[in-house]
């Protein structure tokens, strides 16, 4: 019998614990998986763009792929910082199935971003939608066409404020058919 696996989430340099493990009790149920969550460690120097002033999410992965135990874990590294891919002026996140490894940043998510108040409700479900939506390409889900499923491929805020933290029947069954 194949193993599930579990989910393993890593903090990149100073988070709030609280919404953390909120995430990981949510991730949790959405995978029917464990969840660990390790000690924070520091973003890698080498992924730092002083140009940019981001991160090379690309880069991180690399590191995360080292604490990687097991070909049945699943790492999700968070970040509050900027993140970037040479080819993009930013990203919410980015996901390796081959190394089993995400990173999604907090950076842009904040409303504080785009000039408004902070609101921690609004923050906290796009967070879990980025992290379902990296765990699922992790699984190797696709990006889906359904604009309220949460493998739906959010181009702007509004496109992930609109779709919901789970799947579509579709992506679910695509789920169940690999033993998630």
């Given at each position: 019998?194949?193993?599930?696996?579990?989910?393993?989430?890593?903090?990149?340099?100073?988070?709030?614990?609280?919404?953390?493990?909120?995430?990981?009790?949510?991730?949790?149920?959405?995978?029917?998986?464990?969840?660990?969550?390790?000690?924070?460690?520091?973003?890698?120097?080498?992924?730092?763009?002083?140009?940019?002033?981001?991160?090379?999410?690309?880069?991180?992965?690399?590191?995360?792929?080292?604490?990687?135990?097991?070909?049945?874990?699943?790492?999700?590294?968070?970040?509050?910082?900027?993140?970037?891919?040479?080819?993009?002026?930013?990203?919410?996140?980015?996901?390796?199935?081959?190394?089993?490894?995400?990173?999604?940043?907090?950076?842009?998510?904040?409303?504080?971003?785009?000039?408004?108040?902070?609101?921690?409700?609004?923050?906290?479900?796009?967070?879990?939608?980025?992290?379902?939506?990296?765990?699922?390409?992790?699984?190797?889900?696709?990006?889906?066409h359904n604009?309220?499923?949460?493998?739906?491929?959010?181009?702007?805020?509004?496109?992930?404020?609109?779709?919901?933290?789970?799947?579509?029947?579709?992506c679910q069954?695509?789920?169940?058919?690999?033993?998630?």
């Open positions: 019998m194949k193993s599930r696996g579990k989910i393993i989430i890593v903090p990149l340099g100073d988070l709030d614990f609280y919404q953390i493990n909120k995430l990981a009790a949510n991730l949790s149920v959405v995978f029917s998986s464990g969840v660990d969550i390790l000690q924070g460690v520091e973003l890698p120097d080498e992924a730092e763009s002083e140009e940019r002033g981001q991160f090379y999410s690309t880069v991180i992965l690399a590191k995360l792929e080292l604490m990687r135990q097991n070909e049945n874990e699943k790492i999700l590294g968070i970040t509050e910082e900027d993140l970037y891919i040479p080819t993009q002026h930013f990203v919410y996140g980015e996901a390796d199935p081959q190394s089993g490894c995400a990173v999604v940043s907090f950076y842009r998510l904040r409303l504080e971003f785009y000039g408004m108040g902070e609101d921690d409700k609004q923050i906290y479900s796009r967070a879990l939608k980025e992290a379902i939506h990296l765990i699922g390409q992790l699984h190797h889900l696709v990006v889906c604009p309220r499923c949460v493998m739906y491929q959010s181009a702007t805020m509004r496109d992930t404020d609109a779709k919901a933290d789970k799947f579509c029947d579709n069954r695509r789920l169940v058919r690999q033993g998630v």
